[in-house]
C-alpha cells in the first residue's frame, strides 16, 4: 500500500529556513516523479515543486530560487528545503505521487511564516 508521510513543518520567522521530509512506502519510489503541494484554507492546492524519476525538476515562480526539491532513492525519501521564507508561504504542505493513474497524497505538514 502506497504511504507518504510528511514531516518538518514548524513555525519560522520571515527570511528563515525549513526542511521538508516526505516517507514513500509502498511502492518502488525511484520509478515515480515526486510531487510537493501547499494549500491555505479557502483556496485551491498548488503545485510547489516537482522531481522526475530522472531528478529533472519544476518549481512554480513564486518559489523559484528559494526552494529546492530533492530525493534519497535509497531512503525511499523526498525533500524540499525552502530558504528565504517569506509570510505568503504559509501553508499545510503535501507530497504527491501519482501510481498506476491513482493519485496519493500525504497528511500534510503546517508551515507558518511568522514573527
Known amino acids: 500500500q502506497v504511504q507518504l508521510v510528511e514531516s518538518g513543518g514548524g513555525l519560522v520567522q520571515p527570511g528563515g529556513s525549513l526542511r521538508l521530509f516526505c516517507a514513500a512506502s509502498g511502492f518502488d519510489f525511484e520509478s515515480y516523479g515526486m510531487n510537493w503541494y501547499r494549500q491555505v484554507p479557502g483556496k485551491e492546492r498548488e503545485l510547489v515543486a516537482t522531481?522526475?524519476?530522472?531528478?529533472?525538476?519544476y518549481y512554480a515562480d513564486s518559489v523559484k530560487g528559494r526552494f529546492t526539491v530533492s530525493r534519497d532513492n535509497a531512503r525511499g525519501t523526498l525533500y524540499l528545503q525552502m530558504n528565504s521564507l517569506k509570510p505568503e508561504d504559509t501553508a499545510v504542505y503535501y507530497c504527491?505521487?501519482?501510481?498506476?493513474?491513482?493519485?496519493?497524497w500525504g497528511q500534510g505538514t503546517q508551515v507558518t511564516v511568522s514573527s
Open positions: 522531481i522526475s524519476s530522472g531528478d529533472s525538476t
Open positions: 504527491h505521487t501519482k501510481w498506476y493513474s491513482r493519485d496519493f
